[in-house]
């Protein structure tokens, strides 16, 4: 099967437990954004290892850093902020977008591309980022 089939796949849908779209239908609306070249991503092995080039921006809200943690260095703009302040990203460097799992940032994402950035979203999030780093 392949990924464009597992978007269109009828599972069953029962609103008192599940989603109208089932997380594999989620998952493969991901995949085909990135095998299309919708989206841009970036991998968790690939964190440790930015460049000068590249800026980390958190879009998580800031009492989830406290709880949870962050990485190093990231600029923390809430999701629900970045239209007013993407402005305080430089254009000039691609942006690194991550959230707690990676819906939040591809929300991001898409806002800063549409403005004329460079971005790419961590793929599973800081708790992917966490979880691979253990």
Same mark, same amino acid.
């Given at each position: 099967?392949? =990924?464009?089939? $597992?978007?269109?796949?009828? %599972?069953?849908? &029962?609103? *008192?437990?599940?989603?109208?779209?089932?997380?594999? #239908?989620?998952?493969?609306? =991901?995949?085909?954004?990135?095998?299309?070249?919708?989206?841009?991503?970036?991998?968790?092995?690939e964190i440790d290892? $930015?460049?000068?080039?590249?800026?980390?921006?958190?879009?998580?809200? *800031?009492?989830? $850093?406290?709880? =949870?943690?962050?990485?190093?260095?990231?600029?923390?703009?809430?999701?629900?902020?970045?239209?007013?302040?993407?402005?305080? %990203? *430089?254009?000039?460097?691609?942006?690194?977008?991550?959230?707690? =799992?990676? %819906?939040?940032?591809?929300?991001?994402?898409?806002? %800063?591309? #549409?403005?004329?950035?460079?971005?790419? #979203?961590?793929?599973?999030?800081?708790?992917?980022?966490?979880? &691979?780093?253990?």
């Amino acid at each position: 099967m392949t =990924v464009e089939q $597992l978007q269109h796949l009828e %599972l069953t849908y &029962a609103p *008192p437990y599940g989603s109208a779209k089932d997380v594999i #239908n989620q998952a493969a609306f =991901v995949a085909n954004n990135i095998i299309k070249g919708d989206a841009t991503a970036i991998h968790y092995d690939e964190i440790d290892n $930015l460049t000068e080039d590249q800026i980390l921006l958190d879009v998580r809200n *800031p009492g989830e $850093l406290e709880s =949870v943690g962050y990485l190093e260095g990231a600029i923390n703009i809430p999701v629900d902020q970045l239209r007013h302040r993407m402005g305080e %990203l *430089p254009k000039d460097k691609e942006i690194v977008i991550y959230c707690q =799992v990676g %819906l939040r940032g591809n929300v991001a994402y898409r806002q %800063l591309v #549409n403005n004329g950035y460079k971005a790419r #979203n961590l793929i599973g999030g800081y708790r992917t980022y966490k979880f &691979a780093k253990a």
